[in-house]
Each structure stands twice: as C-alpha cells, then as structure tokens.
C-alpha cells in the first residue's frame, strides 16, 4: 500500500493502535513529520531486517512485538525460506523504534496490532530474504567462476551442483556483503516453500520463555531504578482536588509524592514500598466533570436512543449502508423485531501495564512493551520537549495486551514519563500497575446495543434490514479529529454477505458522548457484530423452518461469498453437522470474516448446573497461505478460548460511575477445566497471508448461542451468557 496518510481507511489501517479512519494519526504530526520519526541508521550489508553472523547464524528484525502470539516465528519464517537459512539457525531480535524504516505499512507508524504483523510484512520479508539470498549466490557463482542461475541455497549452504561445490554462510559472509543488493529479487514460486507451511515453524520464544530468561518490564533492573505506582481517580474524568501525602512519605523506601495529570505518584525504592505508600495517601477528588452514571443506566440510555426515544448532545448518527427506500425497512410486518446488549469488557492481559523511563532533561528512553513505538515516541516528545526521533525505545516482551498496550494517549507510558521527568538526572523509574489498577484504570471494549428489523421474502431470505448500533466511538479523540462514522464499531456488519444479498437496507451508527474511556479489544467491532449478524442469521433461519447450515449456503451463493462457503463447509463436513451430536449436546454454527480471514465454527454445547459447557469447537478459517499450521491453531484455541471467556463471563460494571470489578474473583475467565476441545482446519489458499491473531475470537459467541437456541429455541439477546451473582 502507497497511500497517502489522509487517504488510509479503516481497511487499510484495520484500525489498531495509531491507525486511523478518516486519517487521524498522530499528535501534531503532518505525513512528513511521521517518516522524519527516527533517524535512518546504518544498516548492514543484508538491510535493516536481517543480520547474518560468521557462524552461520540468521538474525531476523522484527519491528513487530511478540507479546503471546507468535508472530516472531512466522516473520523469521518468512526470510528464512526466502534466504534459504537452516531454521534451525535463525533467530529474532526485536527492532528499534524507527518508522521511517520499521513502520507497519497497514497503520502508516511502527506498531502491532489488528492482526497485521504478518499480512503486512509478507512481501516485504520476502524481498528482504531473497535479496541476501541473490547476493550470496552471486557471490558463490563470481568464487567459483559459474554462472549464478545454476546456484543454489538451501539450510544455510550455498551449492553448485555441476561442480559439487559448496559453502555455508559464515564461508561466504565478506564476499557476499560486497555484492550490491538487488532491487527487485525474483520471489520463490509458492509451490516451491518446503518451510512455510510446514510443522518445523515452530516458536522462536519458548525456551526462553519456559527457562525465565525472556525479559519482561517486570524483570527490569537497573542501577539505581526507582518504582512508581500511581493513585488514580475513582471515577473517569475526576482530577486531584488536593492531596496529603504525609503519611506516606512516612513509609520506609518511599522517596517522594507529587501530583501528575493522571494522579497522584508515590515514588520508592521498591514495588511493596510503592503500593504502601499510595495506600497511605489521602486524595480530594474534584468530581466536576466525572462519569457518575453506572453501566445499566448508560446501556438504557442507548435503548432509547435506538428507540428514537432520546437524542442526547454530542451524539452522531452515521449511515453504513443504505440502499432502497428506508421507508419500507421500517414497515410491512416484521419477520423478526429484536436487540441485543453487550457490556464493557477488560482487556486483562496477564502483565498488567508498566513501563520504565529514564529522563535527563529532554532525552528519554523507554523500556517496556512497547505495541505502538512512534504513538509512544510521539507522547514522550511533548513531556520532554524533544523530537520524536530523539526519544530511544527499546521494546521487550509483553504478557500479553489484546490491544490494551496502544492507545492515541500512550496513556500509562506518559504517566511514566511525567514521573521520571519529575525525578529527572536520569534516574530510571518503573511504572508498576497492580491487576487492581489494570481492572479500573480503563480502557475497555465499550457497552454496544444493537436494535435489528428484518422483515423476509417468500422463501424466508431478508428482504429489508434495518439496523441500529448504539455505541462509544473508539476513535473519540484520534489526533486529527473524530470520525462521524467510526468504522470499528461496523466492522463485520458494513460489508456482510447478508446486507449485500438484501434488497433494502438502513443501517446506522449512532456515538453518544459517555466519559467512560474505551478502545479496541481482541477483534474490535467483531467482538459484538459477529454475534449479532450470526445470531439473527440462525433465528431467520428457524422462522424460515430451514436447516442453519443450508439457510446460510444459499446466501451465500447469492452473495458470492465463495470464502464464507468455503469455511462453512468445510467446518460442517469436520464436525459431522449431518450426523446427530453426542446425547445430551446439541450443535451451533457460526461464520464471521475480520481481519481479512474467514472463520467458520461448530460448537457442541451442553447444559451443566444450569450453565452452557462447550465441550468440541470445530474450526476452520481461510487466512490464506498459513505460514505456520501449527501456530494458525494455536491461535484459533487462544482465540476461542478467549473469546468464549468473555461471552460466558465477561463484564465490567459501573455504578454510580465506579468500576465494581477489582480483579479476576470480580471478573471471572475461564479455567481450563472449562476449555473446549478445539479442533482447527485450514483451507488451502494460494492467496497472501490474513490474519489470525484477532478471527478466532469473535465467532464462538454466536456458535455457543445458535447451540442453544436449537437447545432449547430461545434467543440470546445480551451477553454473558452466565449473570454475575
């Protein structure tokens, strides 16, 4: 992609981290401004993604971060087929933060996030493999004095067959590093990969990972490092009236108390020191302009709106599809009349937010997990009055982040960067969240309500739609502005086979203003309209007397959706759909493309102690060339399990304005007693790689919830399926 940064989509951004619709991006920062973010450094020989040693060693540069999804063994994966590199001589280091070089292409600035790792570095990674690959075989051939087509690579050697000649790597290093690289290597056929594809591509992180020596934030250790923790308002949009901190200084190891935008600081020597101190502190609020409204009171709200009961301030409707007379999807006798509600969700990574920050005066550098590298460069630069290039990141490792780790604000980094800047002389500062504060502190998947009018043809099929989401604009407060159509609160829903298959449609987004700070969660807009879309397909096709999986394959063939049949069959074929489910299971399916893959699911479902069980889920996604079966799998089982955490469990609740849940007993996720059995098939596919990381979440939902309605014929209309008590 070559677009302009005025000119990126939702589509094209897949809207994570810093990628905007509409064109917002970055604080104060032109497209000029945005590519001057680090400075260009010299480079090796290979490039900037790839560094090969004398031993022979392939190192990969990963401007993307691993943080659980494997990502780093797909993109090493990618170079060393088209390098030709011994796999098991390849390994990952994550780049410096530099968007002039490491910029994701789908989002315009260096970040991870929406799935994008893979699909957007495919062509890039391969050129960069197949570039040291042509200038070592040109190396080879001017050595041996024959012709380079008849040269070959593969594991690290470099071969002419018709002399048996031959050198690995570390033998061909200096020669090779003198040819000039090509500007257009020829790519590998596909056909040919004996990598890609294939069970070897296995993790790149999982020793270090299982013998301690990966590096988190939390495993930070520096001379002299202080730790911070910071006391947070207990209601969104409330500011520090005045504060006593007497007490708390009074705790041994606590260095200082100061106020920072967010709060109040409580800097010490040690993490127990830290959080002893804040729970000595005294803090007056000014509650002036706080959120005091509670979740049910804000869910009613966006009833009646969707109702055309109420239209508050501040609130924007916007149209995503629309096509034949609106007057007619609001009349004639309505097939099927419903809503649906979901609630605010927490990211709950495993690693709560943290950050280290070292500042001496207007320099700055940040250690942590960094998602978004240029958004963090671009926060840091305003609180030390420096470039943005000027300010170092060295990103780790993270436990996880579900798109927690990226917002337009860098809200928990700029906290760290306010505290260290405090301290200042250079004297590091980590920034420790506890799960408490991870749980309170925002940012969520925000409160959706979806109201849903399909009257049918003679045949059953929708004739007119008419659908109305109510819900916050994640996009609120991107740096150029907010959108009137927030594109990731339509996803899965704008674009639907099924609305392209109906006559009459009138669909609209409506943003009411809520104080409640919110942001993409695990798959985004699909987290509800994937539910939805899917749900109401399966009572259509109840209404209709049609079998879910026949109702579905004849859209679908009226819509041309040859990939959603794909998978549906596919997943039906695996699971038995045919044939009857164990006693005393029954059946639910589900398809949803996001992220440019399309997943179809079947899940078996049970009744225990008056609680749904998903004992078998049968996957099956088309993400296109699967780079790593075995990690596409994986990622289906996290997602699914993932997701289903949420759908059976999932709720942040507010009342009064506070969040109620404090931590995992308040917001309770799976076990793995309670994990499904999750079967993943591919479907062969030709085409670039999609993504993975994000598909696999949004779909068991409405599986799980067709599984029940062919249970027990009653319709899901709000999510968790299990009420808090």
Known sequence: MNKPLKDLTRRDALAVGAALTGGALVVGCSPADLMSIGAKKDFGAFGPFVKIAADGWVTVVSKHIEFGQGNHAGLAAIVAEELGADWAKVRVEQAPANAKVYANSMMGVQGTGGSSAIPNSWTQLRTAGASARAMFVQAAADRWNVPAAEVTVQDGVVRHAGSNRQAAFGELLEDAARVTPPQSPPLKDPRTFTLIGTDRVRRKDSQAKSDGTARFTHDVRLENM???????????????????????????GVVDVFQIPSGVAVVANNTWAARQGRD?????????????RGSEQITALFRDIAAGKTTPEKTTWAAFDSKGDAAQAAGGTAALETTYDFPYLAHAAMEPMDCVAIVNGNRCKLIHGSQGPTLDQMNAAKIVLNAPGAIEVETLFAGGSFGRRTTFQSDYVVEAVHIAKKVG??????????REDDMQAGYYRPIVHHAVRITTDADGYPATWRHRIVTQSIMKGSPMGTPKLDETAVEGTKGSPYLKVTPVVDAQLITPDVGVPVLWWRSVGATHTAFVMEHTIDQLA????????????????????????????????????????????????????????????????????????????????????????????AQMEGGTCYGLSAALYGAITLKEGRVEQTNFDGYRVLRNSEAPTVETHIVPSPNPPSGVGEPGTPVIAAAVANALLAMNGQPTTSLPFVRAV
């Open 226 to 252: 202080l730790v911070a923790m910071v006391a947070h308002p207990p209601r969104f949009g409330a500011k520090v009236s005045s504060f006593d901190g007497a007490a708390a200084r009074k705790v041994a």
């Open 280 to 292: 000595a502190l005294k803090v007056t609020w000014d509650e002036a302009k706080a959120e005091k």
């Open 425 to 434: 002389k250079g004297r590091p500062v980590k920034l420790v969240w506890t």
């Open 542 to 633: 109840r209404r209709a007397g049609r079998d879910p999986v026949d109702y579905r394959r004849a859209l679908y063939v009226k819509a041309g959706a040859n990939r959603h049949l794909a998978v549906l069959n596919l997943a039906a074929e695996k699971a038995g759909w045919t044939t009857p489910p164990p006693a005393g299971w029954t059946r639910g399916v589900a398809v949803h493309e996001s992220f440019g893959s399309v997943v179809a699911q079947v899940a078996e479902v049970q009744m225990v102690d008056g609680e749904p069980r998903v004992g078998r889920v049968v996957t099956a996604i088309d993400c296109g060339i699967a780079i790593s079966p075995n990690q596409v799998a």
